[in-house]
């Protein structure tokens, strides 16, 4: 049975998990609006995001698959969108991208798009862990070279360049994807502008070292502010 099959099947057995319940609210991020009738349409509409992203969008290393609930709400609607136009998950060798462009296929409306980014934003935020461990003072050196210009000093993320916050993100999903961008598995759909701006910066990072050293690097930075979360 392919990995697809298998988070598949995942699927379809964990469909109807119950989720967390986040503290109950009307007013998410100064526009989206949860009535507790949305409120509850959304807690159904994540459980088919629980499976592989967990119960508090924490983000589920078996599936490779990152925390949500650190990230900001346009970013979560930036990729969103991206899955269900067809500019991420469409390339034959990303499997998990494959699988979450057809979860996203749920996503009926556009209501129904930001209820979930609404739950989402409810949940509490996260300290991720560390996996991957390399050189920090050659990341560094990478990172303010190449990926502070559209990241930010700080990893926060930027988005006036669809930057995500990178601190947020767990160390496995950034290496993943890093790679998926160099190998051209990702960002190269018609249309992608930001992964055509990642394929283009990236080769100014050499080689998986490299890599590693500046996903440690971003990892140094979250743990020296803790009051982010």
């Known amino acids: 049975m ?15 998990a119950s989720c967390s319940n986040p503290e109950e609210t009307k007013t998410v991020n100064n526009s989206i609006q949860l009535s507790q009738e949305k409120l509850a349409e959304a ?5 088919k995001c629980a499976v592989c992203h967990g119960h ?21 609607r930036q990729q969103l969108n991206n899955f269900l136009s067809g500019k991420r998950g469409a390339h034959p060798h990303d ?10 296929k749920m996503i009926e409306t556009d209501e129904q798009l930001e209820i979930i980014i609404a739950y989402i934003k409810l949940l509490p935020r996260l300290q991720t862990d560390q996996t991957i461990y390399g050189d920090v003072e050659n990341g560094k050196h990478y990172y303010n070279e190449v990926c502070a210009t559209c990241h930010g000093i700080d ?22 994807q890093i790679r998926h ?11 992608d502008t930001t992964g055509a701006k990642m394929l283009e910066m990236l080769k ?5 070292q490299a890599i ?14 803790p009051t982010y979360y």
Do not use: C
């Not at 392919?2 to 057995?13: D, E, K, M, T």
């Not at 499997?95 to 996203?104: E, I």
């Not at 990893?155 to 993943?176: C, F, H, R, V």
């Not at 961008?181 to 249309?191: H, K, L, T």
């Open 2 to 16: 392919s990995y697809q099959s298998i988070l598949l099947v995942a699927l379809s057995i964990l469909i109807f």
């Open 43 to 47: 807690k159904v509409l994540f459980t």
């Open 56 to 76: 508090n969008a924490e983000g589920v290393k078996a599936f490779n698959a990152p925390a949500l609930a650190n990230q900001e709400t346009w970013y979560l």
């Open 95 to 104: 499997t998990l991208g494959s699988v979450m462009a057809l979860q996203a």
């Open 155 to 176: 990893a926060k993320g930027i988005e006036a360049y669809l930057s995500p916050n990178l601190l947020g993100i767990q160390d496995y999903y950034m290496t993943a």
């Open 181 to 191: 961008f160099r190998d051209g598995i990702r960002g190269v759909s018609e249309g």
């Open 204 to 208: 100014q990072i050499p080689d998986d």
């Open 212 to 225: 590693d050293d500046v996903i440690t690097y971003i990892h140094t930075l979250q743990t020296r502010k």
